[in-house]
């Protein structure tokens, strides 16, 4: 069955599964979670930056609607989860990658 222009979602999980643990190495979770230390916000910013221009790239390439943009955010978002990130970082993540897609 065709989702979102593929034959199968599967390209677009995997895509975010990548994306997620090129996030991971650059911004490691264990930066989120040790609650003696606050945000780099530089170090993010180039992680996010990398990351998401990644994304855009993917966007492109695959041509992806309104609906291919959700399904990667989403599944982005999911795989954030899995690795345990904290959902204030979660949520902050999403809503930058959002908005890095939405302007293209």
């Known amino acids: 069955m065709a989702l979102f222009g593929f034959g199968t979602a599967a390209p677009i ?4 599964r990548q994306l997620a643990a090129d ?4 911004y490691p979770v264990a930066l989120e979670l040790d ?5 780099n916000p530089s170090r993010l910013a180039k992680a996010f930056d990398s990351t998401f221009n990644r994304a855009i790239n993917f966007q492109l390439e ?3 609607g309104i ?4 399904k990667l955010i989403a599944a982005f978002k999911s795989e954030l989860k899995e690795l345990g990130y904290p959902d204030d970082f979660v949520d902050l993540a999403s809503s930058a990658m959002t908005k890095f897609l939405g302007s293209n």
Not at 13 to 16: L, M, R, Y
Not at 23 to 26: D, E, F, H, T
């Open 13 to 16: 999980d995997d895509f975010a």
């Open 23 to 26: 996030l991971a190495k650059r």
């Open 35 to 39: 609650q003696t230390k606050k945000r």
């Open 62 to 64: 695959h041509k992806l």
């Open 67 to 70: 609906y291919g943009k959700a």
